[in-house]
């Protein structure tokens, strides 16, 4: 859930990156320095003109140059100083920020299947790149600018008092109009920038969507009706911005007519008390100058307010991305492992419920012995991509319990159960890079090259697949794409199949895939799979009966439930649900 307020942004900001506030309270001192440094002008202006320019006997030249060197040195150091606030500033934030994506980044990958889907992957990405990078300059410069700014218009204000307090309350009633309109207007510059943020997630989704879809679009001839899509984002964000700036002119535009005004009136009442003798001429120009000071920090503050919205808004987005209730947690150290060799399934009284959805399984019982082969079959929402989602712990059961070697897979840590139960999805996903660096992934960290190349051949000649490797251009170097895309389906899912035979697991998921292959292709995928699936306890999605002919039994699933269980022929035999399947499918392949 995002904050709502700036002290709700604050607090949990800085609880998410701590490197925010580390030595704080030091660059919070230097910034009251320089602040102060640069305040000591106004009166030293004073002490010039007074002392040095109008002495009672003549000019004191001595004085005046005296107090002029002091002046310039207070500048020097306060420039120093602010410099050094920066450079602090600016490091704390890249620190801050790297923890902050990072931790974006995590939580990314710890919210189930069910909360991916229910947004869109650009989103995702939006806050943790672009929302991340919108409070770069908060965090850098336009904070520590606002920091020292906020200062010096404070203690500028009290000097003021101070020197004159009548000059300072004209002052301050020629800002009142500015207080007003930055309380009106503040709001709506951050729903304004709300919905920039929102509106350009929506934008980065679209884009990554299409060029995805690339092929689809040219083939269907839609990239006219794509483009208005975009166009209408994008002059959805170009119309907030240019509110949000329009706003922010206002707001500019009533601090500079108040500034004139504040000079003005200051200069006119400080004029007047000068010639009744209740100031002197040192200090009616000290004021101006104090006005002059006064007016630039309060300026730039107007003027980076509505960055700071933005970044605020973009933080706001970014906590809530973290904030993001993880529906399947990790237990880490204080789970329990699969013991090695025990690969039995046990789904006991399983039910699911998908958020704002219907009940897709209802009461599900199954078991599998370690090192069986079992086949789920059945039309299309009958529920078993939702079961093997289960078995994989994508997302857990609203009722229920799923077991791998007697321990329910919400006590197994997420680290155990990756290495312990494996996916070859319908189409095999690899990332860009080569054939071997995507199947390091099947490895622990830290694992040799030499130790990596031997047991990727091994793999691919106990897969039968050692042809195949040798035929690749570069071998195992072979470039494989974005998505894999440099290779057929039919390559990508040999090198899934090779990947999860490298992880060696427990359990094994398929999600049968062969349908968009050639004859050749999908007899050498055929011959990986029944290698991969030798000796482990094996659940399959078969979209074709011949996987289930092969099976040790077949669970045909109906409207969430298992309505039929048993052996291919046992099924065949009794005439019910998987027969009439059976003979449907043989008539029609014959």
Known sequence: MEPTTLRQTLKRGFALSPEFGAGLGITLGLAVVAAFGKTAVPFVTQQVTDKGLLAPGGIDVSVAYGFAAIGATLLIVATLVERIVRIRMVTQAEQGLATLRITAFDTVHDLS??????????????????????MRDLMQW??????????????????????????????????????????????????AYSRVRARSGDLLAATGEQLVGIATIRAYGVHGHMRRDLARMNKDIVAGDTRAGWLGTSLFSTNAAAQSIATGLALVLGTRLALDGALSVGTVVAFAFLVYQFAGPIGWIIEMLAEMQRALVGWRRVIGLVDTPVTVADPGENGTDIPRGHGDVAIDGVRLTYPSGPEVLKGIDLEVPAGRRIALVGETGSGKTSLVRLLARFIDPTQGIVRVGGVDLRDVPMAGLRRSVAIVPQEGFLFDGTIRSNLAYALPEGTDAAELESRALAVFESLGLEGWIAAQPAGLD????????????????????????????????????????????????????????????????????????????????????????GSHDELVARGGVYSRMHDAWVAQTR
């Open 142 to 191: 336009t904070g520590a600018a606002m920091l020292v700014a906020a200062f010096e218009s404070t203690i500028i204000l009290a000097v003021m008092l101070v020197y004159a307090w009548q000059l300072a309350v004209v002052v301050i009633l020629a800002y009142v109009p500015t207080l007003l309109v930055l309380r009106f207007v503040q709001p709506r510059i951050v729903r």
């Open 478 to 565: 072979t470039p494989v794409g974005p998505r894999g895309e440099l290779l057929s389906a039919g390559e990508r899912q040999l090198v899934a199949i090779a990947r999860a035979y490298l992880r060696d697991p427990e359990v094994l998921i398929l999600d049968e895939a062969t349908s968009a292959v050639d004859p050749a292709t999908e007899v050498r995928i055929s011959r990986a799979l029944e290698g991969l699936m030798r000796g482990r306890t094996s659940v399959v999605i078969a979209h074709r009966l011949s996987t289930a002919e092969r099976a040790d039994a077949v669970a045909v699933m109906d409207a969430g439930e298992i309505v039929e269980f």
């Open 113 to 134: 299947v069910l909360t991916q889907n229910a947004d869109r992957r650009g989103r995702y990405v939006s806050r943790v790149t672009g929302d991340v990078e919108t």
